[in-house]
């Protein structure tokens, strides 16, 4: 349950999207976290994002509340610009200015052991090699954060170059079914913050 009304907190959730920067990089299963932190933006109507803590950040209320209920969690959504491998040394800084507990931080990252399309949540636990968790753990000193677990699938070997390939690849899978689970991977997300 968001702890709304924190003194000094500014926000109650932060909510981090990992993937890398860069044009050539969109639209690859590595960047899928990027996507749905997008896709969770233009749902609430966070405009444009400001350029903060090594990443792009966008903040405001999680939609509007229903009448009579409280008013909506404030959250930030952040895209570390710092590449996914790094992603703790923008979220890190982001944790600390905007006085946010682990357990009220929420990473949406790919995740190559689900099979495509398949979205779990979860709070802490191991980090299974991505690189960009064993980063965040680093930086917050805990792995008890939340994460939103987007099914990319895997290739058909486990020969790191041709995983890279696979991940840093275009997604081979049709754009319908792409948009579907990043539509999945935002509803998990938002299930979250209530």
């Known amino acids: 349950m968001p702890l709304l009304g924190r003194r000094g907190a500014p926000v109650d959730w932060l909510i981090v999207g990992l993937g890398n920067p860069g044009a050539e990089y969109s639209g690859t299963p590595h960047n899928v976290g990027f996507e749905v932190a997008n896709r969770l933006a233009a749902r609430w109507g966070l405009g444009k994002p400001k350029s903060?803590?090594?990443?792009?950040?966008?903040?405001?209320?999680?939609?509007?509340?229903?009448?009579?209920?409280?008013?909506?969690?404030?959250?930030a959504i952040l895209l570390p610009q710092t590449y996914m491998n790094d992603s703790g040394r923008s979220v890190g800084p982001a944790r600390g200015e905007l006085k946010v507990e682990p357990d009220h931080i929420i990473v949406l990252h790919d995740e190559i052991d689900l099979p495509f399309g398949d979205v779990r949540s979860r709070l802490g636990g191991g980090l299974a090699g991505h690189n960009g968790l064993k980063s965040i753990k680093a930086a917050l000193g805990t792995a008890e954060f939340h994460r939103v677990r987007i099914g990319v699938g895997r290739p058909n070997s486990t020969d790191p170059e041709q995983v890279a390939a696979y991940v840093l690849g275009k997604f081979r899978e049709p754009h319908a079914d792409v948009e579907a689970l990043i539509d999945s991977a935002a509803d998990a997300a938002q299930q979250l913050l209530t």
């Open 52 to 75: 903060r803590y090594r990443g792009l950040l966008a903040e405001g209320r999680s939609g509007l509340p229903e009448v009579g209920a409280p008013p909506a969690p404030r959250v």
